[in-house]
């Protein structure tokens, strides 16, 4: 997904950029303020009530790592990929993709994931073009119980043709099922989640390949009081429409992340990179990560006054 306003250097620029914001994650402890350091947060401070119902950096930390939590967040995940095509060159991508928990029953919730990818792809043969627009957007749908100790959801998953370019898409309508599952103890999370996706119908008179493509992917976090949360994952999807030796792509991801807060929001912030233990053949090697994602967590109920 090379970027055409000079991907190496955007890049290398927001490594360091974002290493240089660093030292202003390191706030008091009981989570963050807002403030710059040296700084006093203006305005009134909260109240007892409304700083024990807002919930703190280490609660979000954790439901953050917890893909079907209760609480609505905003991510824009900024991926760059080297390594991609004969030249070898850049890829960028940025997935826009927010999840929105909502309440069925008194036993169940209905949790949306929606993933809107925006590309920007090299050549993946000699003398090509490079293309840049929206591919597929994937709309995943998880039915899950409120309660126990195993957290786990199921359901469906849709793959939407809203290509803006044929060659950064499937062209087909596609379906399939998806589920998690995970488990919370401590500042450990470990889970899996999982999806299958297979074509049933094109967008037009052109014959696309079948999609018959799975996503797996494994993790494992641990998150801080501070807020800071470690996570390993991987992201390993398989083409099985591919001739053998080229129908897995397997990323190994490190990467940190910090809840902070945005105004009156509170905002995470991470940065990661990750390594291609298996790709097919046409790259690419290693990535650069950068996530930011706006959280709008429910507030707890108060109890009655006094």
Same mark, same amino acid.
Do not use: C
């Given at each position: 997904? /090379?970027?055409?306003?000079?991907?190496?250097?955007?890049?290398?620029?927001?490594?360091?950029?974002?290493? =240089?914001?660093?030292?202003?994650?390191?706030?008091?402890?009981?989570?963050?303020?807002?403030? !710059?350091?040296?700084?006093?947060?203006? &305005?009134?401070?909260?109240?007892?009530?409304?700083?024990?119902?807002?919930?703190? @950096?280490?609660?979000?930390?954790?439901?953050?790592?917890?893909?079907?939590?209760?609480?609505?967040?905003?991510?824009?995940?900024?991926?760059?990929?080297?390594?991609?095509?004969?030249?070898?060159? #850049?890829?960028?991508?940025?997935?826009?993709?927010?999840?929105?928990? =909502?309440?069925?029953?008194?036993?169940?919730?209905?949790?949306? /994931?929606?993933?809107?990818?925006?590309?920007?792809?090299?050549?993946?043969? %000699?003398?090509?073009?490079?293309?840049?627009?929206?591919?597929?957007?994937?709309?995943?749908?998880?039915?899950?119980?409120?309660?126990? *100790?195993?957290?786990?959801?199921?359901?469906?998953?849709?793959? #939407?043709?809203?290509?803006?370019?044929?060659?950064?898409?499937?062209?087909?309508?596609?379906?399939?099922?998806?589920?998690? $599952?995970?488990?919370?103890?401590?500042?450990?999370?470990?889970?899996?989640?999982?999806?299958?996706?297979?074509?049933?119908?094109?967008?037009?008179?052109?014959? /696309?390949?079948?999609?018959?493509?799975?996503? $797996?992917?494994?993790?494992? %976090?641990?998150?801080? *009081?501070?807020?800071?949360?470690?996570? #390993?994952?991987?992201?390993?999807? @398989?083409?099985?429409?591919?001739?053998?030796? +080229?129908?897995?792509?397997?990323?190994?991801?490190?990467?940190?992340?910090?809840?902070?807060?945005? &105004?009156?929001?509170?905002?995470?912030?991470?940065?990661? &990179?990750?390594?291609?233990?298996?790709?097919?053949?046409?790259?690419? *090697?290693? *990535?650069?990560? !950068?996530?930011?994602?706006?959280?709008?967590?429910?507030?707890?109920?108060?109890?009655?006054? +006094?």
């Amino acid at each position: 997904m /090379r970027a055409g306003f000079g991907g190496g250097r955007l890049a290398m620029a927001a490594a360091i950029g974002l290493a =240089m914001a660093v030292p202003a994650w390191a706030q008091a402890p009981g989570g963050p303020t807002g403030a !710059m350091d040296g700084q006093t947060p203006s &305005g009134p401070a909260p109240s007892p009530a409304a700083a024990a119902a807002a919930p703190s @950096a280490a609660d979000l930390a954790k439901k953050l790592a917890n893909p079907i939590s209760d609480l609505v967040s905003i991510p824009f995940q900024f991926n760059w990929d080297e390594g991609v095509g004969p030249d070898e060159d #850049l890829r960028f991508g940025l997935n826009i993709q927010p999840v929105v928990p =909502m309440s069925i029953s008194d036993e169940w919730n209905l949790i949306g /994931r929606f993933i809107l990818p925006v590309l920007s792809q090299p050549p993946l043969v %000699a003398g090509g073009e490079t293309h840049f627009g929206t591919s597929d957007i994937v709309l995943s749908t998880f039915f899950s119980p409120k309660q126990g *100790k195993l957290i786990w959801g199921v359901g469906p998953v849709l793959s #939407l043709p809203t290509t803006s370019d044929p060659l950064l898409g499937s062209g087909k309508w596609s379906a399939g099922p998806t589920f998690v $599952v995970l488990r919370q103890h401590g500042p450990w999370t470990a889970g899996l989640l999982a999806q299958q996706l297979w074509s049933f119908a094109n967008t037009g008179n052109l014959d /696309r390949d079948d999609v018959n493509a799975m996503y $797996v992917q494994p993790f494992l %976090a641990h998150s801080w *009081k501070s807020g800071v949360t470690l996570t #390993l994952s991987s992201e390993t999807t @398989a083409n099985w429409e591919a001739e053998s030796g +080229k129908q897995w792509t397997v990323p190994l991801i490190l990467q940190v992340s910090k809840v902070s807060r945005l &105004g009156p929001f509170p905002f995470s912030m991470g940065l990661g &990179g990750g390594y291609y233990l298996e790709e097919p053949g046409s790259g690419p *090697k290693w *990535k650069l990560r !950068m996530n930011f994602a706006v959280l709008l967590p429910r507030a707890a109920p108060s109890g009655p006054a +006094k």
